[in-house]
DNA sequence: GGTATCGGATACCGCCCGGTATCCGCCCCC
DNA sequence: GGGGGCGGATACCGGGCGGTATCCGATACC
């Protein structure tokens, strides 16, 4: 995977232009900081694994720390739509649409075991930090506002009355989805395929009802 | 806090039993290991803030890996051990008793940064190093079998059918506890103070009702 | 096509940490 | 109460990493 320039015989050798090699960074960053930690991963590391040296790395963004701001910035962004594109489908009744969120999002936990091992990474730093105008918790926050908001908008247009406040649901819903992916990655036996769905439903008010999928 | 021995005027100085000592490095491990990371705390931090120095760890321990590994043990059976004490009040009806264990778990999370935090760190290493006979992951299994037959036998003392299996509310509790925690440590305004109880009552089949309490 | 510039490569520095070898003094037991 | 052994303290080593100064070559512009 990623063959970097110097995987060429040395000869024909192009140099990629600056926002090719700031992608190629970031990614790289993404998984190898995902897969070793963020203070387990060397520059060394992650500009190898991009295919560059350290030289790129201090080049585009100065500072170990200042590639994972830009990693903050890129990632937490890329988050927040991929929700809101998860919830925008406009079809079938509420509960419907929570159980197939819920499947939706166990998948995509399946398969981006690297995202939610980077959240929690960048999570932690927050908290250790303990600055609350953090980037990191400030696109959080605003993932859970834009969350809640669409909640309630579903909410009102199946004329469907919550059981609790669509704020309360928004979080519960990142709550469930960092909560039961930790638990399907030490033990996917522990979290059936449709849990997430059916707790969902229930969230708002669709009861569980055993297969009425 | 914590005063080693070191802190005496030097004069009278006495050797603590090795037990004492054992607990103290075991204890100064969890909060520093919390605080600055299992890899970003030297073992000159952890045997400081115990009042020792880097010689009584490799005395105890052997290595890093080995005072990691003994407080996986320590700490998870600690935690089983809490959470299932917790469970165990023989009074009033299943709802209320899930209210009331959501109650003190979200307590518990606001006094229990460090434990959280140390879990979270503790879950990140075992799934990095993908060994699933990795003793801290065996805990958490046991765990959420010991949490999944006490909600069981509850629910059937109770009488009550639980809208999903004992083993998915053992899975969502324990998932709902992390997540919840970790929403609440960056935004602390967001996690309501009952919205713990009121999920946990739903997930027994007894509703939430805005304030039956 | 020659040249100036910018960006990535390379070599190097200093610090810090895990680990180890050794030392020293408090406990325990006879 | 005295001596031996154990346990913690101390000094030191080697490696690795972030950061920096410098080099070199490709790109773009005239």
Redesign the pocket.
């Known amino acids: 995977m990623s063959t970097g320039?110097?995987a060429l015989p040395a000869a024909a050798?192009?140099?990629?232009p600056?926002d090719e090699?700031r992608r190629a960074l970031l990614d790289a960053a993404a998984r190898t900081f995902a897969r070793q930690g963020i203070d387990g991963?060397?520059?060394?590391?992650v500009?190898a694994a991009a295919g560059?040296?350290?030289?790129?790395v201090?080049?585009?963004f100065g500072?170990?720390?200042g590639l994972v701001a830009a990693l903050v910035d890129d990632r937490v962004s890329a988050y927040l739509d991929l929700g809101l594109a998860a919830v925008d489908d406009p079809a079938a009744t509420l509960p419907e649409r929570a159980r197939a969120l819920g499947d939706r999002l166990t998948a995509a936990s399946d398969e981006q075991h690297d995202w939610h091992l980077l959240f929690l990474e960048l999570w932690q730093r927050a908290v250790r930090t303990g600055r609350t105008d953090d980037s990191f918790v400030r696109r959080h926050g605003e993932l859970r506002a834009a969350v809640a908001e669409a909640v309630a908008a579903h909410a009102e247009q199946a004329g469907a009355e919550l059981p609790l406040p669509a704020a309360s649901v928004a979080t519960l819903l990142l709550a469930l989805s960092n909560g039961l992916a930790i638990e399907r990655m030490t033990d996917p036996a522990a979290v059936p395929d449709d849990l997430m769905g059916r707790v969902l439903a229930l969230l708002v008010g669709g009861g569980t009802g055993p297969d009425q999928r």
Do not use: I, Q
């Open positions: 320039p110097t050798r192009r140099r990629p600056r090699v991963a060397s520059l060394d590391d500009a560059f040296t350290k030289g790129a201090y080049s585009n500072s170990k720390e």
